[in-house]
């Protein structure tokens, strides 16, 4: 069987519009509160707590974080990550439709895993892991391993689709097809070529 896998943010949904939202929450400008956000992600997304992440942001910018606090910060963050592209789901549903094998494959929190694995068009894939919960990130090897052993594949059996070029790489390396995501054209353009 071969697989398409999609990465989730700047792919399947637009990139986040919750920032200012939360700079606003810490009573902070966007540019002072931004590099903080994404200064702490990669521990957050490799499986650590809400809590955890959003006190490590908060002591950067000297600001005390309660768990009502993180947890209002987080349904804000939540909420930033999911709206859809129009497009990129018109193009999930087709190619489920067609019998397609979807697989999602996100640097994510287990909280918005949560929020994923509750939504109607998350049935439109067979598979969803996310950083979070498997404790690694991409472009790690690690968890590319961890897709292909959950979808009984070979790397060039699976393309994956993601919009950072590391990451991309990353998935290249371990012997995967895979291509730096601009749009739904980078889909037609490599189903294009696969069916040459």
């Not at 896998?5 to 519009?17: A, E, L, N, R």
Request: aromatic share 12%.
């Amino acid at each position: 069987m071969n697989w398409i896998v999609f990465d989730y943010g700047d792919v399947i949904s637009k990139h986040t519009d919750a920032l200012p939202a939360l700079a606003g929450a810490f009573d902070l400008e966007l540019a002072d509160f931004e590099p903080h956000y994404w200064a702490e992600r990669d521990r957050y997304d490799s499986g650590g707590t809400d809590l955890d992440y959003w006190q490590s942001v908060g002591r950067a910018l000297d600001v005390p974080v309660d768990k009502a606090f993180a947890d209002e910060l987080t349904r804000i963050d939540v909420a930033g990550w999911t709206h859809l592209e129009p497009d990129v789901l018109d193009l999930l549903e087709g190619l489920h439709e067609a019998g397609a094998a979807l697989a999602l494959l996100s640097n994510a929190s287990s909280t918005f895993g949560r929020w994923v694995r509750e939504q109607e068009w998350a049935d439109l894939f067979r598979v969803k892991l996310f950083s979070g919960d498997l404790g690694c990130m991409k472009p790690d090897e690690k968890i590319y391993r961890i897709l292909l052993a959950e979808l009984g594949a070979e790397p060039a059996d699976c393309l994956f689709f993601d919009d950072r070029q590391s990451n991309v790489d990353g998935a290249r390396a371990i012997g995967m097809k895979a291509e730096r995501w601009v749009g739904v054209t980078t889909a037609q353009s490599a189903f294009g070529s696969s069916e040459e």
